[in-house]
């Protein structure tokens, strides 16, 4: 199999991930449990914090000490620019959060459920960075990137994008939108992923130099979305503990993932 069929596969499957946990709208017969939202919302979060470290900012560090440069360099300022460019896009562009009634970003007359969608996307343009970012280093030939840890990410963000795409479904559906056209918004959330990977494998064929930084930055955009936005949610009310045990579940599994096929 060709490396560019292997990346064709790394961009489609966290997409894929998002339609189907969408399409469970069809089989809910009734809004999603409580528990169940902030275990599915505390999974993805550790899939994510664990991704970025062993995904991106440990093989940051290692391309830097192989290229004889100050490791830490590129992972910290790379870190830091992907929080604060996710700081900025959180600032502008109107959004609303689960179980929430008042939407941040700048004020719209966009109606809640096109802005819970929006809070979904804008939190899968660093999943879609993280996977194209790994995808441009397995092309590019890097000795730290191979093509198992690469697609060891790309199915640890689908595995977390399943009840990504559900929780932001069944809440359309509670919000009166029927199941075809929430499973329609559900999914889409999820088509910046690809995009944003693409855009991601794009710059980084012309600009390999800085690889580190990109899988940094990468990485502080997606922890951003973890301490902003998804670990208050699983928190917040009853039961956070539920939503804690889902964060050791999606941080061992994607650890496994990580460390089995890397």
Same mark, same amino acid.
């Given at each position: ?27 809910? $017969? $009734? ?6 939202? $902030?275990? =599915?919302? @505390? ?34 300022? @790379?870190? +830091? ?16 959060? =689960? ?10 007359? +966009?109606? $809640? ?25 397995? =092309? ?8 198992? *840890? ?23 559906? *509670? ?29 980084? *064929?012309?600009?390999?130099?800085? =690889? ?37 579940? @999606? ?12």
């Amino acid at each position: 199999m060709s490396d560019t069929i292997k990346a064709a596969i790394g961009l489609v499957l966290p997409f894929l991930g998002t339609v189907l946990g969408a399409g469970t709208v069809f089989f809910l $017969k $009734k809004n999603m449990g409580l528990r169940l939202q $902030k275990l =599915l919302l @505390g999974f993805a979060s550790g899939v994510m914090v664990a991704a970025s470290v062993w995904s991106l900012l440990i093989p940051a560090i290692e391309m830097s000490e192989a290229a004889g440069g100050v490791a830490w360099i590129p992972a910290v300022v @790379g870190f +830091l620019l992907g929080m604060g460019f996710l700081l900025v896009l959180d600032t502008v562009i109107p959004h609303l959060h =689960l179980n929430e009634e008042h939407p941040e970003g700048r004020p719209s007359s +966009l109606g $809640k459920s096109f802005m819970l969608v929006l809070a979904v996307t804008l939190h899968n343009i660093p999943e879609g960075m993280a996977v194209g970012v790994v995808l441009a280093g397995m =092309l590019e030939g890097s000795t730290v990137i191979t093509t198992a *840890s690469a697609l060891a990410l790309a199915i640890g963000i689908a595995v977390q994008n399943f009840p990504e795409g559900a929780v932001i479904s069944a809440p359309l559906v *509670s919000n009166g939108l029927s199941r075809p056209k929430a499973f329609f918004y559900g999914a889409m959330s999820g088509i910046v992923e690809p995009i944003g990977a693409i855009l991601t494998i794009l710059l980084t *064929s012309v600009v390999t130099p800085v =690889l580190p930084y990109i899988l940094a930055f990468a990485a502080g955009a997606m922890i951003y979305v973890v301490v902003e936005e998804l670990i208050p949610e699983s928190q917040a009310g009853a039961h956070s503990n539920v939503g804690t045990v889902g964060v050791a579940m @999606g941080f061992a599994l994607m650890m496994v993932l990580d460390v089995a096929l890397g």
